[in-house]
C-alpha cells in the first residue's frame, strides 16, 4: 500500500540558507500535517492542511512557512536557518471524516526528512 | 488548547513482565486518544486508539483504558518482549485539525 512519502530523507544546510522539505501524503487523504521532532523531544505540532486550505497552526516560526498543492503534495520552507532548526521533520496525513468536518483519524507519519544545520 | 501529560520518561522492566504507561489531559472536550509506538530513527506508527464513548480497548497484549471523569487514559504492555523497546507517544485530540503528542515513555525490556 502507498505511505506517505517525503523528500529529500537527509539535507545539510549553513545557517542563513533556505530548505525546503516535500510531502506525498496517501491517496484520498485530504489533511496534511507537519512536525518537527528535536533528539529525544516529541513532535511538536507546526501546521496542518485540510483540503488545500491552512486547517491549524502549532508552534510554527515566523521564518518558516507551508503550503498545500492542487495535487495535495505538501511542501515545508524554512528560511534564515538557525542551528535549533536541526531536526527531523515528520509529514503525516489522514483522512478526515466528513461528518461534522471532525478529524478523529489514524495519523500515517512519513520517514522523515532529518535537517542538519551548521 | 490541549495539553497532554506523559509519565513515566523512561520505563525499565523484565521481559515477560507488564509496563503500563499514563496521560492526562486537559481538554474535556478530547474524543479521541491513539498511542503511538516510535522506534529509534524510525517514525512513529499507531498502535492502538481509543475513542471518548470506549472505557477500554485490547489488541492483543496491549490495552488501553479510558476515564473521562478523571481525563485520564492508560496503556497496558503485558508479557512484555525486548522488542517492545521503544518511545511510546500518547496524543489527544480536542477537533481542529491537530492532534498533541505527551513527551514520550522510553521503554526499555530487559532480556
Known amino acids: 500500500a502507498a505511505g506517505v512519502i517525503q523528500s529529500p530523507r537527509h539535507l545539510i544546510k549553513e545557517k542563513r540558507e533556505t530548505a525546503t522539505l516535500k510531502c506525498y501524503p496517501i491517496p484520498r487523504h485530504d489533511t496534511v500535517y507537519w512536525y518537527q521532532q528535536g533528539p529525544g523531544q516529541d513532535p511538536q505540532f507546526l501546521i496542518s492542511f485540510y483540503e488545500k486550505m491552512q486547517s491549524d497552526k502549532g508552534s510554527i516560526p515566523d521564518r518558516f512557512s507551508a503550503q498545500q498543492f492542487s495535487d495535495y503534495h505538501s511542501e515545508l520552507n524554512m528560511s ?35 535537517l542538519t544545520v551548521l | ?48 486508539d481509543i475513542r471518548s464513548n470506549v472505557g477500554e480497548k485490547k489488541d492483543q497484549r496491549i490495552a ?24 511510546y507517544f500518547c496524543a489527544g485530540y480536542t477537533g481542529g485539525f491537530k492532534t498533541i503528542f505527551g513527551a514520550g515513555t522510553r521503554l526499555f525490556v530487559k532480556a
Open chain 2, 64 to 87: 488501553v483504558t479510558l476515564n473521562k471523569t478523571a481525563k485520564h487514559f492508560s496503556l497496558h504492555i503485558t508479557e512484555t518482549q525486548p522488542e517492545d523497546s521503544a518511545v
Open chain 1, 80 to 114: 534564515s536557518l538557525e542551528l535549533g532548526d536541526s531536526a527531523l521533520y515528520f509529514c503525516a496525513s489522514s483522512l478526515t471524516e466528513l461528518a461534522g468536518a471532525s478529524n478523529t483519524g489514524e495519523l500515517f507519519f512519513g520517514e522523515g526528512s532529518r
Open chain 2, 1 to 48: 488548547g490541549e495539553n497532554v501529560e506523559q509519565h513515566p520518561s523512561t520505563l525499565s522492566v523484565q521481559e515477560g513482565d507488564s509496563a503500563v504507561i499514563k496521560c492526562t489531559y486537559s481538554d474535556s472536550a478530547s474524543n479521541y486518544f491513539p498511542w503511538y509506538k516510535q522506534e529509534l530513527g524510525k517514525r512513529p506508527q499507531l498502535i492502538i
